[in-house]
C-alpha cells in the first residue's frame, strides 16, 4: 500500500515556475515507476510526465515538453515536477501515481495503469 500527497499548487501568472512535489509512504517506493496526470474543468485526465523507478527513463506529453522536468528522489520517498514557462492552459488539478514497476526502465502513460493516488494539488496560471 503506497499513500500519496501532493504539495506545492497554487497561483502563478503566466511565464512563471512552479515545482509540484509528491510525498509517498513507504518502503519500496524505490520499485515504483511514478506519473503526473492533471485534470482541467470539463476535460478528462491526461498524462502529463513519468519517471521510471530508476530514475533514468522519462517521458512528456508534447505540450510540456522543454517546460516541466520530472525527478525524484528515492532516498526521500518524493517525485519533483518542475514546471517553467506556465502557460493558462496549463490550469488544471494535477495528480501524482504510483505503479509497481517491471525493472528500473519501465515507466507508464495510461492513467488505467497505475496503482494508486494522490488526492492533487490545483495549479492556476493567469494570463
Known amino acids: 500500500q503506497v499513500q500519496l500527497v501532493e504539495s506545492g499548487g497554487g497561483l502563478v501568472q503566466a511565464g512563471g515556475s512552479l515545482r509540484l512535489s509528491c510525498a509517498a509512504s513507504?518502503?519500496?517506493?524505490?520499485?515504483?515507476?511514478m506519473g503526473w496526470f492533471r485534470q482541467a474543468p470539463g476535460k478528462e485526465r491526461e498524462f502529463v510526465a513519468t519517471?521510471?523507478?530508476?530514475?533514468?527513463?522519462?517521458y512528456y506529453t508534447g505540450s510540456v515538453k522543454g517546460r516541466f522536468t520530472i525527478s525524484r528522489d528515492n532516498a526521500k520517498n518524493t517525485v519533483y515536477l518542475q514546471m517553467n514557462s506556465l502557460k493558462p492552459e496549463d490550469t488544471a488539478v494535477y495528480y501524482c501515481a504510483a505503479k509497481v514497476a517491471l525493472s528500473g526502465s519501465y515507466y507508464y502513460t495510461a492513467d488505467r495503469e497505475y496503482d494508486y493516488w494522490g488526492r492533487g494539488t490545483q495549479v492556476t496560471v493567469s494570463s
Open positions: 513507504g518502503r519500496t517506493f524505490s520499485r515504483y515507476a
Open positions: 519517471i521510471s523507478w530508476s530514475g533514468g527513463s522519462t
